[in-house]
């Protein structure tokens, strides 16, 4: 099972706090450190205030050798396919080919009337536009250029540079049939077109914090999608995002809990959280429903000594 570290930097952080982080991910062992794409916090001060995405994780690519690097999720209203489409690409030179893309409708309102960002009240059209147009630029052969007219992009003649220097997305030694070089992460938990646009454009299929028991029900809509589509089912990857918060003993873990402002007891119940021996358990769990990957929400983000307790006595657990 892949363990990997995602941070939600817009509750508050510096580029320096990420980068300590990432650092830490990368020694630990762990697979990736991903980050949220997100421009206004939802609960907090947000102090010093938001970092962008993708500037984030350019800089990070130059000062990691190792890990993955992605969002979960970037939104679409934030760049122009495009514009998308070319700094994945740089970020994936600048990383030698480490970049991965999850990318959703988003769902901030409040983000989009603080910093100008136009917000129109239906946006899955414009997701699946998005997956078009960077999934049709990144294929499209060097020398020939492409093109795009839909209901929201439309581009002419474009040359379809730069490309990802990942030269293609495997599995187990196969290249997978519907997923582009840099791996896209599709999530969400709509009962219909989340899955078929999974099905069609990503590597992954993500769960972002769902009920435990609702993950068997979502994984199995996706490969009904694949199925429907002809496309393996086994091709993607499914993965599930959880808050993370683990102690050696219980007063370590009400520490914990209280630095990020939840109960011990809730975070038992929808994350991988409590003891050592209770984070294996789910763990274990979530494997055997089908999860092979798990993003560990990690919120307090100067508790590097956390990192420090999973990586050295849960994932030798589960790996």
């Given at each position: 099972?892949?363990?990997?570290?995602f941070?939600?930097?817009?509750?508050?952080a510096t580029?320096?706090?990420?980068?300590a982080?990432?650092?830490?991910t990368?020694?630990?062992?762990?697979?990736?450190?991903?980050?949220?794409?997100h421009?206004?916090?939802?609960?907090?001060?947000?102090?010093p205030?938001?970092?962008d995405a993708?500037?984030t994780?350019?800089?990070?690519?130059?000062e990691?050798?190792?890990?993955?690097?992605?969002?979960?999720?970037?939104?679409?209203?934030?760049?122009?396919?495009?514009?998308l489409?070319?700094?994945?690409?740089?970020v994936?030179q600048?990383?030698?080919?480490?970049?991965?893309?999850?990318?959703?409708?988003g769902?901030?309102?409040?983000?989009?009337?603080?910093?100008?960002?136009?917000?129109?009240?239906k946006?899955?059209?414009?997701?699946?536009?998005q997956?078009?147009v960077?999934t049709?630029?990144?294929?499209?052969?060097?020398g020939?250029?492409f093109s795009?007219?839909?209901?929201?992009?439309?581009?002419t003649?474009?040359?379809?540079?730069?490309?990802?220097?990942?030269t293609a997305?495997?599995?187990d030694?196969?290249?997978?049939?519907g997923?582009?070089?840099?791996?896209?992460?599709?999530?969400?938990n709509?009962?219909?077109?989340?899955?078929?646009l999974?099905?069609r454009?990503?590597?992954?299929?993500n769960?972002?914090?769902?009920e435990i028991?609702?993950?068997?029900?979502?994984?199995?809509?996706?490969?009904?999608?694949?199925?429907?589509?002809?496309?393996p089912a086994?091709?993607l990857v499914?993965?599930?995002?959880l808050?993370?918060?683990?102690?050696?003993?219980?007063a370590?873990?009400?520490?914990?809990?209280?630095a990020?402002g939840?109960?011990?007891?809730?975070?038992?119940?929808?994350g991988?959280?409590g003891?050592v021996?209770e984070?294996?358990?789910?763990?274990?769990?979530?494997r055997?429903?089908?999860?092979?990957?798990?993003?560990l929400?990690?919120?307090?983000l100067?508790?590097?000594?956390h990192?420090?307790?999973?990586?050295a006595e849960v994932?030798?657990?589960v790996?």
């Amino acid at each position: 099972m892949d363990l990997r570290i995602f941070t939600e930097p817009q509750q508050g952080a510096t580029y320096d706090d990420l980068l300590a982080v990432a650092q830490a991910t990368e020694r630990l062992g762990f697979d990736a450190f991903f980050r949220s794409d997100h421009y206004l916090s939802m609960s907090r001060p947000g102090l010093p205030g938001p970092t962008d995405a993708w500037t984030t994780l350019a800089g990070l690519a130059r000062e990691t050798s190792r890990i993955r690097l992605g969002t979960l999720v970037t939104s679409v209203t934030f760049r122009h396919p495009g514009v998308l489409a070319v700094q994945v690409a740089g970020v994936d030179q600048m990383s030698g080919g480490r970049v991965e893309l999850g990318i959703g409708a988003g769902w901030f309102a409040r983000e989009h009337e603080a910093y100008g960002i136009p917000f129109p009240p239906k946006r899955f059209g414009m997701l699946t536009e998005q997956l078009e147009v960077v999934t049709g630029l990144w294929r499209t052969p060097v020398g020939e250029t492409f093109s795009h007219a839909g209901e929201h992009y439309t581009l002419t003649d474009s040359p379809a540079l730069p490309k990802p220097v990942q030269t293609a997305a495997v599995r187990d030694g196969v290249r997978l049939s519907g997923a582009t070089a840099v791996p896209i992460i599709v999530g969400g938990n709509g009962p219909a077109r989340t899955p078929a646009l999974a099905a069609r454009f990503a590597a992954e299929y993500n769960a972002a914090f769902p009920e435990i028991a609702d993950i068997p029900a979502m994984f199995a809509r996706v490969r009904a999608a694949c199925e429907a589509i002809e496309r393996p089912a086994d091709d993607l990857v499914y993965s599930v995002a959880l808050v993370l918060c683990v102690g050696a003993d219980e007063a370590e873990l009400a520490r914990r809990a209280a630095a990020i402002g939840r109960e011990p007891a809730e975070l038992r119940e929808h994350g991988v959280a409590g003891t050592v021996a209770e984070a294996v358990d789910r763990l274990g769990a979530l494997r055997e429903v089908g999860v092979e990957r798990v993003y560990l929400q990690t919120l307090d983000l100067a508790d590097l000594d956390h990192l420090e307790l999973v990586a050295a006595e849960v994932a030798p657990q589960v790996s």
